[in-house]
């Protein structure tokens, strides 16, 4: 009996076309909004495969640029929403579907906006999968994870360090803001490390990639910008104990100490010590004032 022959995969860009497509609408990468293309196949294979996307799956993508990890999302789920604030990258993005997936071009639907801004998409994303720039990475997270509800997991690729940030948990050395406000919406993980070279231009800094699974909030009474309140304040000073660092957004030390006490914190702790609960905890001792 003969073995069936396994299915060609379909194509993706290479180093040649991201050029040839740049050169054509007269794209040059810039550093104001972190372009960098991805030029290889395999690597956005990996991210796709890494992101765990399903046939059913409809995936946000932010900054597509040129459309590399575009059509690799295309191949994998129902349909993708790309978001891109870059006019002309928009505008060529279509064509570019229609001509490299013309069978997939009904199941694209392009956002020209700056992600940031972006409350409301033309169909319901499940998942996020984009390569962020560097530099407003996780503002976007953050800002996507609120907003859109429906986002049930996903993966992005970020600056290394940012990476590091975002996964880190309570008494690592990189555990932070990022680390607390994401974790209010999901777990995140760290999924991997992409090389300089499989970009164009190549950065100087390797890149990470961060998966995450959406999850409830900690079960509080204080809201989300309250808990927040008491992160922001925690880490703008933090090498100052909690009773401290607090004292201001507590209206002094002693308030302070007494809402960490009613939730169960130590007043001498630090604020990377503690988890997203914890923060959640103190917010709500503040509202619970005698």
Not at 221 to 228: D, N, S
Not at 250 to 278: F, H, M, N
Request: hydrophobic share 50%; proline share 8%.
């Amino acid at each position: 009996m003969t073995e069936p022959i396994p299915a060609t995969p379909a194509p993706l860009f290479g180093a040649s076309d991201i050029r040839r497509l740049a050169e054509e609408i007269g794209v040059r990468p810039t550093k104001t909004l972190g372009q960098n293309f991805v030029i290889d196949g395999n690597t956005i294979r990996r991210i796709v495969a890494a992101a765990g996307v399903r046939p059913d799956e409809t995936v946000l993508e932010v900054g597509p640029g040129l459309g590399s990890l575009t059509l690799g999302l295309l191949d994998a789920a129902a349909a993708v929403v790309a978001v891109e604030i870059d006019p002309v990258l928009a505008a060529k993005l279509p064509e570019t579907v229609k001509e490299w997936r013309p069978a997939a071009a009904g199941s694209f639907h392009l956002v020209n906006a700056d992600a940031m801004k972006v409350t409301e998409l033309p169909v319901e994303p499940t998942a996020l999968v984009a390569n962020l720039p560097y530099n407003v990475a996780v503002p976007v997270v953050l800002h996507l994870l609120q907003h859109f509800p429906s986002l049930q997991h996903g993966l992005v690729m970020v600056q290394d360090e940012v990476a590091d940030r975002l996964a880190a948990g309570p008494g690592s050395k990189t555990y932070g803001v990022p680390s607390v406000k994401a974790a209010w919406y999901s777990q995140m993980r760290k999924a991997g490390v992409i090389g300089m070279n499989v970009f164009w231009p190549a950065p100087k800094i390797h890149s990470g990639l961060v998966a995450f699974t959406r999850r409830e909030p900690p079960a509080t009474k204080a809201t989300r910008e309250q808990v927040f309140a008491v992160v922001d304040a925690a880490f703008a000073q933090r090498r100052k104990t909690l009773r401290a660092a607090l004292a201001g957004w507590a209206g002094g030390a002693p308030e302070a100490e007494r809402c960490l006490l009613a939730a169960g914190v130590d007043p001498t702790a630090r604020g990377e010590v503690i988890d997203i609960a914890a923060f959640a905890r103190i917010a709500e001792a503040k509202e619970n004032r005698p």
